[in-house]
Nanobody, 125 residues
Framework: HVQLVESGGGSVQAGGSLRLSCAAS????????IAWFRQTPGKEREGVAA???????SYTDSVKGRFTISEDSTKSTVHLQMSSLNPDDAGVYYC????????????????????WGQGTQVTVS
């Protein structure tokens, strides 16, 4: 029904930038949310940013002003532009989606999301 494929992960130096992409077939539905989560061993998985079909966005406090989530004009790909990266931003980044959703303030809630990608590694040195 829905598939998500992440790309764009890699290794960057502190202070650098990286753009992640998520090819998301859920964008063919009327109402949906697409979000980015990240996981580092020894830490809880945390919601990073979310966007819905109306273009509403939300972020966790630690990335506000540094990360931007967006959807391209074809609504086939969601991007996470990451700037001023620091080692605390490192981890495996997962793209996730859910139907019948709208974004509310605050970080995305993991329990809302049904469909998940395979993850892409981000390393910050």
């Amino acid at each position: 029904h829905v598939q998500l494929v992440e790309s764009g992960g890699g290794s960057v130096q502190a202070g650098g930038s990286l753009r992640l992409s998520c090819a998301a077939s859920v964008s063919t539905y009327n109402s949906y949310c697409i979000a980015w989560f990240r996981q580092t061993p020894g830490k809880e998985r945390e919601g990073v940013a979310a966007i819905d079909n109306n273009g509403r966005t939300s972020y966790t406090d630690s990335v506000k002003g540094r990360f931007t989530i967006s959807e391209d004009s074809t609504k086939s790909t969601v991007h996470l532009q990451m700037s001023s990266l620091n080692p605390d931003d490192a981890g495996v980044y997962y793209c996730a989606a859910v139907k019948g959703c709208f974004v509310v303030p605050g970080p995305p809630m993991e329990d809302w999301y049904k469909y998940w990608g395979q993850g892409t590694q981000v390393t910050v040195s």
